[in-house]
C-alpha cells in the first residue's frame, strides 16, 4: 500500500520536521509568537494548496473542499491578532499529477492528525485561542484520514508509482522545513 510506503520511506524527514515544528512551538510564549508560527504554516500550506489545485479535483477526492486547509490556518492568525502580510517566500514541491499532488496531500493531511498534541502543548503555554485548525476534524479525524489514504492508495495502486510519491512527500517535508528555519532565521 502507497500510504505505508511512504510512511517508511519519510520517516527521517518527518522526525526532522516535527523536531523543528516542536522546538518552534516550545518558544511561544504569546499569541503574537504563535500567530508568527501559524504564519509560516500559512504561508507553506498555502504554497502547496495551490500548486496541488488544478490536479486535486473532487473527481480525485471527493471532500477535499470539507478538508482543512490554509483559510483555517488565515482565520487562526486573525483570531490572535495577527495578519498574513509579509509572509515569508516557499518552495514547493513540482507536481505534474494527480498522484504526486495527493502525495504531497498526505503531508499536510498528517499534520492534522498530530493537530491535537500541538493543541494540548500550546495550552500548556497559555495559548486558548487560534487552534481550530489544529484541533483537526475533530471527533471525525480518524475516518478523513482513512478516506484520504483510500484515495491515496487508490491513485497509487501500481508500485512503479511509488518511488515518485516517496520523492514528493519526502520534498514536501523538507520544503515545510525549510520555511521553519527561515523563520528561525528572522527572530
Known amino acids: 500500500m502507497l500510504n ?13 520536521l516535527e523536531g523543528t515544528v516542536v522546538r518552534q512551538l516550545k518558544a511561544v510564549r504569546s499569541n ?17 494548496e495551490k500548486t496541488i489545485a488544478p490536479y486535486i479535483t473532487p473527481d480525485v477526492l471527493p ?15 486573525i483570531e490572535l491578532g495577527g495578519n498574513v502580510d509579509n509572509l515569508l517566500q516557499v518552495e514547493t514541491p513540482t507536481v505534474n499529477n494527480a498522484l504526486e499532488a495527493l502525495s504531497a496531500l498526505y503531508v499536510l493531511e498528517g499534520s492534522i492528525m498530530g493537530g491535537p498534541y500541538i493543541v494540548q502543548m500550546l495550552n500548556k503555554y497559555g495559548v486558548q485561542q487560534g487552534t481550530s485548525f489544529f484541533s483537526g476534524y475533530g471527533d471525525n479525524t480518524h475516518n478523513m484520514w482513512q478516506a484520504f489514504v483510500t484515495v491515496l492508495n487508490k491513485h497509487g ?6 518511488a515518485r510519491s516517496i520523492e514528493i512527500a519526502n520534498e514536501t517535508f523538507s520544503r515545510f522545513g525549510d520555511v521553519f528555519t527561515q523563520l528561525a532565521a528572522t527572530e
Open 63 to 77: 471532500d477535499y473542499a470539507e478538508r482543512r486547509n490554509s483559510s483555517h490556518i488565515k482565520a487562526d492568525i
Open 4 to 16: 505505508q510506503n511512504i510512511k517508511e520511506s519519510t520517516t527521517q524527514a518527518h522526525a526532522k
Open 157 to 162: 495502486e501500481d508500485p512503479a508509482t511509488h
Open 32 to 48: 503574537a509568537d504563535y500567530a508568527d508560527v501559524l504564519k509560516a504554516f500559512y504561508a507553506y500550506f498555502n504554497a502547496v
